[in-house]
Structures are given as structure tokens and as C-alpha cells.
């Protein structure tokens, strides 16, 4: 065969080979902005709802053509009012190592008198963030499993406690740690309303010192090290029940309730979004995920 067939041939498989890399695009705060916009448009969000449901046949529906692997995790959270009926949804970005990455979220808003939080913030910015990191794992080369979770019943329905909060992040820890699934991850990142104005992240002195190490000095690294605190602080999140079982995870949460006066009020709309702090997480995170 002549010369410049076999090349030709050549490079037309490695192209095949190579084609889902076409799919690849960078993380895009505008494009997130968009998934928050569309999540906030199914209203109030609360576990059991109409609302969430639609919401949750929204993002099975953008997560099909990533070519990830989607299921959705059904389990009944014991509330104070009652059994209720909650699903959390994985997709499965399949590698080759046997070992898993996790990134994770909560996609329920609060139960809230008046039925008028529709929390862009909380809820709506862990919800959007995930999709569009789905769309930029699309292409993205991988040699561990890399698993996006949208946590369903994150929110107390009453007073916060051990039992009434972190519904699907408590169920999905206990189901993971009986299959064994928890003994591959090695590393889960939890964000939380990181979508806010003035970015400001915790350095949550729960999680762990390794992770917020790498995910610290990869910000400075990349030029967004102002948008890391230094003071540590503390809060209680979806990390917490993977946390307690030994899991290497960290929380990403802009937690300042001085400066977010709209938290778990009827005012944390789309208008308290940036487009930018979008972009800060994805693009920190996109690196870190590189380097893990």
C-alpha cells in the first residue's frame, strides 16, 4: 500500500479514537449561570415536590448526552413530617483505575412558610455548577471514575440535627460504605452555594487538610488564591456523613451569613448570582481534578 495511504488511514483511526474529545469544552460561568436561571424557573424546590421532580427529569435530560452513566438513587428520608419519598442522581463518568473522584451537591431547596424560596443560591448554584461540570467532563480525559451527585433532602425540616438534615448525602454514605464504592473515592468535593456576589470559599476545618491544601495553593496557582479564605471556620454539610466514615472530602461553601442576608429568605433570587464566581470554582476545580 503506498506511503500516504497508510498515513491516511492512520490518522483517520486515531480521529475515530479521539472523537470525543470534540465534545470538550472549558467550564463557562455563563453557561452555569443558565442552569441556575432554568433551575430557579421550577419555583420552590422542597423534597417530595412536583417541583423537584420536574427539576430532576431536567437534569437526567442534559446529563444524556454527556456520555456518562445516570442513575437515580431512590430512598425514603424519615422526617418529622413523616416518610417521604427522595432520590438522589448519580451519573458515572466510567475510567480505567478502579479508583473514583467525587464531586457533589444538593439539588432540594428549604421547605420554607409562604412556598417563596426558590434559593438560587442554595440549591440553585450546587445544582447549576454540577451541569455544566458534566458538560465540561464530556471530553475531558480521565483515568479514575469521576462521579457527579445531586444530593436530594440536604435541608432540615425543622431544627437542623443529625436526623433532620443531609437526608440523600446519609443515605448515599451508608449505601456506598456496604458495597464498598467508599473504599475506591479518593477524594469527594461537596460545593454549596458558591454562586453568590464577592466570592469568598471556607476553609472548612472539618474537611480534609490535604484536599484544602491542593485546592488552596491550585487557586493561587491559576490566579483566584483572593477568593480562598485562610481563617478556618466550620460548618455541617453533605461532606460530613463521608467525612465521619474516613472519606477523603473537603466542602466548598461561601458560608458568610453577614454579607448572604438573603440566606433562607425569599430573597436569595438570581439577581444575587455571579457569572464570575462560576467561573472561579470551575476553573479551580477543573485543575484540581487534573492533579488528583
Not at 2 to 24: F, Q
Not at 70 to 91: E, K
Not at 123 to 149: C, K, N, R, Y
Not at 196 to 203: C, I
Request: aromatic share 8%; charged share 20%; hydrophobic share 40%.
Amino acid at each position: 500500500m503506498h506511503r500516504k495511504k497508510i498515513v491516511l488511514i492512520v490518522l483517520w483511526i486515531a480521529a475515530g479514537w479521539m472523537a470525543p474529545a470534540a465534545h470538550a469544552h472549558e467550564f463557562s460561568g455563563a453557561r452555569a449561570m443558565d442552569y441556575a436561571r432554568k433551575a430557579v424557573a421550577f419555583g420552590p424546590r422542597p423534597p417530595g415536590s412536583a417541583a423537584l421532580r420536574n427539576l430532576r427529569a431536567y437534569i437526567v435530560a442534559q446529563l444524556k448526552p454527556c456520555g456518562c452513566e445516570v442513575t437515580q438513587d431512590s430512598f425514603t428520608g424519615h422526617t418529622p413530617a413523616g416518610p417521604l419519598a427522595m432520590v438522589n442522581v448519580i451519573a458515572r463518568f466510567p475510567g480505567r483505575s478502579g479508583r473514583a473522584l467525587v464531586l457533589t451537591g444538593h439539588y432540594d431547596t428549604k421547605k420554607m412558610a409562604g412556598g417563596r424560596f426558590v434559593g438560587a443560591d442554595d440549591g440553585g448554584s450546587s445544582t447549576a455548577f454540577l451541569l455544566e461540570m458534566a458538560a465540561t467532563l464530556q471530553g475531558m480525559p480521565h483515568d479514575d471514575d469521576i462521579d457527579l451527585v445531586w444530593f436530594d433532602g440536604e435541608e432540615a425540616f425543622g431544627q437542623w440535627s443529625e436526623t433532620d438534615s443531609l437526608y440523600g448525602s446519609r443515605h448515599l454514605a451508608g449505601r456506598w460504605a456496604a458495597d464498598g464504592t467508599l473504599s475506591r473515592i479518593k477524594a469527594l468535593i461537596n460545593v454549596d452555594m458558591i454562586g453568590g456576589k464577592d466570592l469568598h470559599v471556607m476553609n472548612e476545618e472539618n474537611s480534609s487538610l490535604a484536599l484544602r491544601k491542593l485546592i488552596w495553593s491550585t487557586a493561587e496557582r491559576i490566579g483566584y488564591g483572593k477568593y480562598f479564605d485562610n481563617a478556618p471556620g466550620s460548618t455541617d454539610d453533605d461532606h460530613m456523613p463521608f467525612v465521619k466514615l474516613g472519606v477523603n472530602a473537603v466542602d466548598l461553601i461561601d458560608f458568610d451569613t453577614a454579607k448572604k442576608t438573603y440566606w433562607h429568605t425569599p430573597e436569595d433570587t438570581l439577581d444575587k448570582l455571579a457569572t464570575h464566581s462560576f467561573e472561579v470554582l470551575g476553573a479551580v476545580l477543573t485543575e484540581v481534578l487534573k492533579q488528583l
